[in-house]
């Protein structure tokens, strides 16, 4: 089964990049690795998406090693709004019968101070 | 266009008993996943559906149970509930199954067992 580890928590200040890793040693060969955020009481928000390399979008970027075996969420200049919990979430095919069984990460808390 | 949508919002319910949840997901999504999430942890993979059969099955009882209809909406059913039974429970459409495919969340069935 895909595991996935995360840092707890991150702290941060107004203006500055943070970097969020996550390793996933048993990713499978299709899948995908896929970031969200979530505020309380609320459902998690998709970020990006990616599968090897480097993937930019209007909000953030995801680096990818050749290994797969982990992968980076870098937010630039962050806000207090980015104030959430990051989750890195990697499709793991089920054990039995082929079925899809997805796992999130444990989540990291991430603080942004002025 | 509509995201997510769970219903209802808010529910409280005593041990014993039954409850069902529904979810609607986007238009043109045929996949549709659920989760538990207890206060303080990630969410937990429950049930994924695509074209209204299981695709993929996480570690709860037989207890919950799920469906998907011709409109590909999703009921979550859960029967003798328990007091750590209590969650928000999300669902989540793709446009199809495994970590592929972006998931959508909705903001959840907050359940609370008394």
């Known amino acids: 089964l895909a595991k996935t580890t995360q840092p707890i928590s991150m702290d941060s200040y107004e203006g500055q990049e943070v970097n969020i890793t996550c390793s996933h040693n048993?990713?499978?060969?299709?899948?995908?690795i896929t970031w969200y955020q979530q505020f309380p009481s609320q459902g998690p928000r998709f970020i990006i998406q990616?599968?090897?390399t480097k993937v930019t979008n209007e909000v953030a970027s995801l680096f990818i090693p050749a290994d797969r075996k982990s992968s980076t969420l870098s937010l630039p200049r962050v806000s207090l709004s980015d104030t959430a919990v990051y989750y890195c979430?990697?499709?793991?095919?089920?054990?039995?019968?082929?079925?899809?069984?997805?796992?999130f990460g444990t989540g990291t808390q991430l603080k942004v101070e002025l | 266009d509509a995201g997510v949508t769970q219903s209802p919002t808010h529910l409280i319910k005593t041990r014993g008993q039954h409850v069902t949840l529904r979810c609607s997901p986007i238009?043109?999504?045929?996949?549709v996943s659920w989760y538990q999430q207890v206060l303080g942890q990630g969410p937990q993979f429950i049930f994924q559906?695509?074209?209204?059969?299981?695709?993929g099955r996480g570690n709860f009882p037989d207890r919950f149970s799920a469906r998907q209809f011709p409109n590909y909406s999703s009921e979550l059913n859960v029967n003798a509930l328990l007091l750590g039974d209590s969650a928000l429970y999300l669902c989540a459409s793709s446009l199809s199954p495994g970590g592929n495919q972006p998931q959508h969340f909705g903001d959840g069935t907050r359940l609370s067992i008394l």
């Open positions: 979430l990697v499709g793991d095919k089920g054990l039995t019968g082929g079925g899809n069984k997805l796992t």
């Open positions: 238009s043109g999504h045929k996949s």
């Open positions: 048993n990713i499978a060969t299709n899948d995908y």
């Open positions: 990616g599968y090897k």
């Open positions: 559906y695509y074209e209204k059969e299981e695709r």
